[in-house]
């Protein structure tokens, strides 16, 4: 009978951790090589969004057939990205390209 209750204990314990644990949300903000201002201020809206909800913000470029030669534009585009959104967020990891995407990362700030 104390086993059981031990047993009975330890479950109830592990659920109350598991309860308060946050689940992290992963939102994604797609751009184009050549995003124009307005498409870019849209999107940055959203993200604003996103991360006062608390959500991360996986912001990335999509190269298609032969605007992969555009690398350096997408990266001053997540890069400017990542200085308009630093108040409400911090970069978790820099524009990287992996494949025909190039990947960046924000946390949002704690409150």
């Known amino acids: 009978m104390d086993y059981k209750k031990f047993v009975y204990e330890q479950k109830k314990r592990e659920k109350a951790l598991k309860a308060k644990a946050t689940k992290v949300t ?59 959104l630093e108040e409400f967020g911090k970069v978790e990891q820099m524009p990287k390209l992996e494949g025909k995407r190039m990947i960046m990362f924000i946390a949002p700030k704690k409150k």
Request: avoid cysteine; proline fraction near 2%; aromatic fraction near 14%.
């Open 26 to 84: 992963i939102k994604e903000i797609r751009f184009g090589p050549n995003t124009d201002d307005h498409d870019y201020d849209f999107k940055k809206k959203h993200g604003e969004k996103f991360l006062q909800e608390g959500s991360k913000l996986k912001a990335y470029v999509f190269f298609k057939g032969r605007s992969i030669i555009y690398k350096d534009q997408g990266e001053i585009l997540l890069l400017r990205l990542a200085r308009d």
